[in-house]
Structures are given as structure tokens and as C-alpha cells.
């Protein structure tokens, strides 16, 4: 017999949020995972308060929420919150019960130069590799380095010729060429560079995120964003893998160190480099 549409809206819920989320979900694993980290780090984030005061919107929850924006590609903040009024699963999450408010979106705006004062997210990661590095997940013998393009906010049309570029012979290239870098600024974002990373591609207002992995179980053991340009790729893969393996003479392991990294990457001084660190290079040409 088919059943009536019936649209009445029912009063009450008597299923807990808890209850919804299935018990085999991979977001389950995720926020355990979180919690744990978050809990090592929950004396530096204490140092980022006041302690007297109005209080805040938990940090706890505002790293979750930023979680999820990566997890899900939420492409905005805004839409975030709009996700996270009607989304279960995201405010299960986050933290939120069903009848609690969504805060407003300004709340990252105000918190994010606490966030990257207090190198919150460096210390997240941390904290998930201590607990990686506690059940052997970690290996300190061979990695891989890349890097990605971050686009920045700074639209095309707000990057203008300088009043004051370099002179001819004095650029920041290859003996003293002069790149677009010393030719152009953004009015809005003086940090941001008009950059490609192939010859086929077209230039756009970006910065560079660098990741460092381990090849045995494919983990992330080091991150940070730079401005955007070739050299700046090489130069935080070395900065990366001297905070993961310690500097030179300090290594914590003597086995064979290998590094395998693309075309960004074949430079005579980076390779050098890496020689004197005791790595040896695996790099396409």
C-alpha cells in the first residue's frame, strides 16, 4: 500500500546526533584522531587567551571546522557556515549540537592572525606525527618533496608596474635577470606573485604550499606555504627536511637518506646541498 506525504513537521527529535552519524563512518576515525591532537596542544592554545574576558568561540572547534574544509573542498568559508547550519554530519563534527547557533563568518576573520601568530597549525601537525611516531608509522630513511600553488586573493588586475623595479643586471634571477616578480606588485597584496609552474601554463596570483612525505606508509611529516617562485621550492624542501632529520652532522639515523623530487627541482645547488645534508637525490631531469 503506498504510504501518505504527509508534511507535517515533527516537534521533537528522540535521536540523539550521535545516533545519526553511522558507526563505520571515516569522519569517526578523523575526529578521534583530531581530539587526540588537539588535546596534546591544549596548553599552547591556552597561551593564545586572555585569561579574564568574554569568552571565545572554542579554537577546538574553529580547527575542526577548518579540517573540514579541506576534507570536503568547502570553497569558502561563508559556505562553511551555511553547511555547518543544516549539515549534521559537519556539525557533529565541529562539535555542535542540533539546536546550538552557528557563529558568524567574521569569527575566522578574527581569529585567523591568532591561529598563524601562534603557529597553530604547524603544532597540529606536530601532534598527529607524535602520535604516528608513538605506533612506528614514521621512517627517517626516504622521502619526497613537492610543491603546489595556493591562489591567493589578489586579483590579476590589482598587480601594477612598481615606481621603483631594479635596474637592468640587479633583478632576483639568474645573474641578475630581471623577473616579472621585479617588474610588477599587487596594490592589495604585496606578498602575492604572478606565477606559473609550466611553460604551458598561464601566470596567476599565487603563493607556493611545499609538503615533505615518507615513502613506507606515505605519510605528510612537514608543510609550509612561501611565496611563490621556483628557488623557493628548493629552498623549503631543504628547510623541511633539515626540521624533520635535524642539520647537518645531527642526523638521528644512519642509514641511506633519499629524496625524490620532479623537473622543479635539478638545480646544481640544491643537489649540492643535499650531498652535504647525506641525502641522496632521486630528481627527474
Known amino acids: 500500500m503506498r504510504g501518505p506525504d504527509i508534511q507535517q513537521a515533527a516537534m521533537f527529535s528522540y535521536l540523539t546526533l550521535e545516533r545519526r552519524i553511522p558507526a563505520d563512518h571515516p569522519l569517526r576515525s578523523i575526529r578521534r584522531l583530531?581530539?587526540?591532537?588537539?588535546?596534546r596542544i591544549d596548553g599552547e592554545l591556552d597561551?593564545?587567551?586572555?585569561?579574564?574576558?568574554?569568552?571565545?568561540?572554542?579554537p577546538e572547534r574553529l580547527l575542526r571546522a577548518l579540517l573540514l574544509m579541506v576534507?570536503?573542498?568547502?570553497?569558502?568559508?561563508?559556505?562553511?557556515?551555511?553547511?555547518?547550519?543544516?549539515?549534521l554530519l559537519f556539525r557533529w563534527f565541529v562539535g555542535l549540537e542540533m539546536d546550538e547557533e552557528v557563529w558568524d563568518v567574521t569569527v575566522f576573520t578574527k581569529n585567523r592572525e591568532r591561529l598563524?601568530?601562534?603557529?597553530?597549525?604547524?603544532?597540529?601537525?606536530a601532534a598527529v606525527l607524535s602520535e604516528a611516531r608513538e605506533k612506528q608509522l614514521l621512517s627517517a630513511e626516504h622521502f619526497t618533496v613537492d610543491g603546489t600553488l595556493i591562489p591567493a586573493w589578489a586579483a590579476s588586475r590589482s598587480f601594477q608596474e612598481k615606481s621603483d623595479p631594479p635596474a637592468p643586471g640587479q633583478g632576483s634571477g639568474k645573474r641578475g635577470e630581471l623577473l616579472l616578480r621585479d617588474q610588477v606588485e599587487s596594490k592589495t597584496d604585496p606578498?602575492?606573485?604572478?606565477?606559473?609552474?609550466?611553460?604551458?601554463?598561464?601566470?596567476?596570483?599565487?603563493?607556493?604550499?611545499?609538503?615533505?612525505?615518507?615513502?613506507?606508509?606515505?605519510?605528510g611529516v612537514a608543510a609550509q606555504a612561501s611565496c611563490a617562485g621556483t628557488a623557493e621550492e628548493r629552498v623549503a624542501a631543504l628547510a623541511m627536511l633539515d626540521a624533520v632529520l635535524g642539520r647537518r652532522g645531527?642526523?638521528?639515523?644512519?642509514?641511506?637518506?633519499?629524496?625524490?623530487?620532479?623537473?622543479?627541482?635539478?638545480?646544481?645547488?640544491?643537489?649540492?646541498a643535499l650531498r652535504t645534508r647525506g641525502v641522496a637525490p632521486h630528481v627527474s631531469e
Request: charged share 25%; no cysteine; net charge neutral.
Open 191 to 219: 606578498d602575492a606573485r604572478l606565477y606559473k609552474k609550466s611553460s604551458a601554463d598561464k601566470s596567476v596570483s599565487s603563493y607556493l604550499g611545499h609538503a615533505l612525505m615518507e615513502n613506507r606508509n606515505g605519510l
Open 71 to 87: 576534507l570536503y573542498s568547502v570553497r569558502s568559508e561563508r559556505q562553511l557556515m551555511e553547511q555547518l547550519n543544516y549539515n
Open 116 to 125: 598563524i601568530a601562534g603557529e597553530v597549525s604547524q603544532r597540529l601537525l
Open 34 to 39: 583530531t581530539d587526540r591532537a588537539l588535546a
Open 250 to 272: 645531527q642526523r638521528a639515523t644512519e642509514a641511506e637518506i633519499t629524496l625524490g623530487a620532479d623537473t622543479q627541482y635539478p638545480d646544481p645547488t640544491f643537489i649540492a
Open 47 to 58: 597561551k593564545l587567551y586572555s585569561p579574564t574576558g568574554r569568552e571565545s568561540i572554542p
